[in-house]
């Protein structure tokens, strides 16, 4: 997933990195799990393999919360469940408005983890007048002529278009002069929006291209690992030359087509 653009600063008033904000859902998935196995603490190790990360990351990210853990014991599952929920502002309900009600809309309508995960779908609107009345997951699909009564109605700020890419602009534009603040975007374009207005972005198509350069790669490595090692020098070079690339934080920035 990568963002449209960046429209808050680098740190959260609580001085939490944007990159620890984007991990913690990524904790908050593996602690669940953890949960509802019953599982009454966990060490760091432990919860960085369940995650994707390391522990030396997870223990950095886990103190900007306050939390540090305990030696020989680890982390009290429900209460980091609790910690990250707050922080992430999931102990609250957010009523969210799905726009364009084609087969990817339909699906995010039907998908049950909105609900277990704070978010309530509160409206589907489509902009196809035999939609209108449609029942899709058990809500009667709206039309667009009402979404800004709609979102006024429910107290929308969270957006989410399903739309052709044609259509997305004029669809956020709509939703943000409604008052929605936080759109996630699944239509095929940047979208423009003004300052305070955060957009998400998922792209199918981008992660499939990421995948297929990293495959390249491998397949490349196994290559020149059948023609011989590569000589010290040039391996020596090599290794700069990926030292380089790496982020403050030693990650490989994201490769994402222009």
């Given at each position: 997933?990568?963002?449209?653009?960046?429209h808050?600063?680098?740190t959260?008033s609580r001085?939490?990195?944007?990159?620890?904000?984007?991990?913690?859902?990524l904790?908050l998935?593996?602690l669940?799990a953890?949960?509802e196995r019953?599982?009454?603490t966990?060490?760091s190790?432990?919860?960085?393999?369940a995650?994707g990360?390391?522990?030396?990351?997870l223990?950095?990210?886990?103190?900007?919360?306050?939390?540090?853990?305990?030696?020989?014991?680890?982390?009290?599952?429900e209460?980091?469940?609790y910690?990250i929920?707050?922080?992430?502002g999931?102990?609250q309900?957010?009523?969210?408005v799905?726009?364009?009600?084609?087969?990817?809309?339909?699906?995010?309508a039907?998908?049950?983890?909105?609900?277990?995960?704070?978010?309530?779908?509160?409206?589907?609107?489509?902009?196809?007048?035999?939609?209108?009345?449609?029942?899709?997951?058990g809500?009667?699909?709206q039309h667009t002529?009402?979404?800004?009564?709609i979102?006024?109605?429910?107290g929308?700020?969270?957006?989410v278009i399903?739309?052709?890419a044609?259509?997305?602009q004029?669809?956020?534009?709509?939703l943000?002069?409604a008052?929605?603040?936080?759109?996630l975007?699944?239509?095929?374009?940047?979208?423009?929006?003004?300052?305070?207005v955060?957009?998400r972005k998922?792209?199918?198509s981008i992660?499939?291209?990421?995948?297929a350069?990293?495959?390249?790669?491998k397949?490349?490595e196994?290559?020149a690992a059948?023609?011989?090692?590569?000589?010290a020098?040039?391996s020596?070079?090599a290794a700069?030359d990926?030292s380089?690339d790496q982020?403050?934080?030693?990650d490989?920035?994201?490769?994402?087509?222009?």
């Amino acid at each position: 997933m990568a963002t449209g653009r960046t429209h808050r600063p680098a740190t959260r008033s609580r001085g939490i990195p944007e990159a620890t904000v984007a991990r913690l859902p990524l904790y908050l998935r593996a602690l669940t799990a953890l949960s509802e196995r019953s599982v009454p603490t966990v060490s760091s190790e432990e919860l960085a393999a369940a995650a994707g990360v390391n522990s030396a990351k997870l223990r950095k990210d886990f103190s900007y919360l306050g939390s540090y853990g305990t030696r020989g014991v680890g982390y009290d599952v429900e209460y980091l469940v609790y910690q990250i929920s707050r922080e992430l502002g999931l102990t609250q309900d957010w009523p969210v408005v799905i726009v364009g009600i084609g087969n990817l809309g339909a699906a995010l309508a039907n998908y049950g983890g909105f609900a277990s995960r704070g978010f309530r779908v509160a409206a589907l609107i489509d902009a196809d007048p035999a939609m209108a009345g449609k029942p899709v997951a058990g809500i009667p699909v709206q039309h667009t002529d009402d979404l800004e009564k709609i979102i006024e109605d429910n107290g929308v700020s969270i957006g989410v278009i399903a739309t052709p890419a044609g259509a997305a602009q004029q669809v956020c534009d709509r939703l943000v002069a409604a008052g929605v603040t936080s759109i996630l975007n699944f239509a095929p374009t940047v979208l423009s929006v003004p300052d305070g207005v955060d957009v998400r972005k998922v792209d199918l198509s981008i992660e499939l291209q990421i995948l297929a350069f990293h495959e390249q790669r491998k397949a490349g490595e196994e290559t020149a690992a059948g023609d011989g090692a590569l000589p010290a020098a040039a391996s020596r070079g090599a290794a700069a030359d990926d030292s380089a690339d790496q982020g403050p934080d030693g990650d490989v920035p994201a490769v994402m087509p222009a």
